[in-house]
């Protein structure tokens, strides 16, 4: 009960429930190597920052990247996504691209360090648009696995 004079608070609309739907995960795999290094630190600066990641030499890893789409359920295939338009959109923007390269040299990593993150940022929108030309499917979430210990999502991430 509001006391007289008193301006009641609005109404606080109730938290929306989205309703259940299906998504697909799919994992992919593919090596590649980089360098942990701010283009404006110096070496020294970067050394401090990355530590070992920062060595020049670089290092590679054997990257799984895990992406998680949704959409409607095609009722008479059962699925959201024909997973070899997937695998296609994967190979085309993202193994094509990234396997078996340093990601320092890539364009995109030229003003922003390499890191996990910002590679799961990076597939995420490579794969983002081609999805949608080719699909009812929606990118819902693009997981990169760096390590046993280290993994990195981007994305409607819980
Ligand atoms: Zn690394």
Same mark, same amino acid.
């Given at each position: ?16 429930? %989205? %309703? ?13 190597? &980089?360098?942990?290094? &701010?283009?404006?630190?110096? $070496?020294?600066?970067? /050394? ?12 590679? &890893? ?30 085309? /923007? ?17 003003? /922003? ?7 799961? /940022? ?10 949608? $030309? ?25």
């Amino acid at each position: 009960m509001t006391a007289p004079g008193v301006v009641a608070p609005p109404a606080v609309a109730p938290a929306s429930v %989205a %309703a259940p739907a299906v998504s697909m995960t799919r994992r992919y795999t593919f090596p590649a190597a &980089h360098v942990l290094r &701010h283009p404006s630190f110096s $070496d020294r600066e970067n /050394q401090r920052v990355y530590g070992k990641c920062a060595n020049p030499a670089g290092h590679g &890893h054997e990257y799984a990247i895990e992406v998680t789409v949704t959409g409607p359920l095609d009722e008479r295939l059962g699925w959201v996504v024909d997973p070899s338009v997937l695998d296609a959109i994967f190979d085309a /923007q993202v193994r094509a691209r990234f396997a078996h390269c340093l990601l320092n040299d890539d364009p995109v990593f030229r003003s /922003q360090v390499p890191t996990a993150e910002n590679l799961a /940022q990076v597939i995420y929108a490579s794969l983002a648009e081609s999805l949608a $030309d080719r699909s009812s499917a929606r990118l819902v979430e693009v997981r990169v696995v760096e390590t046993r210990r280290n993994s990195f999502s981007y994305g409607d991430v819980k």
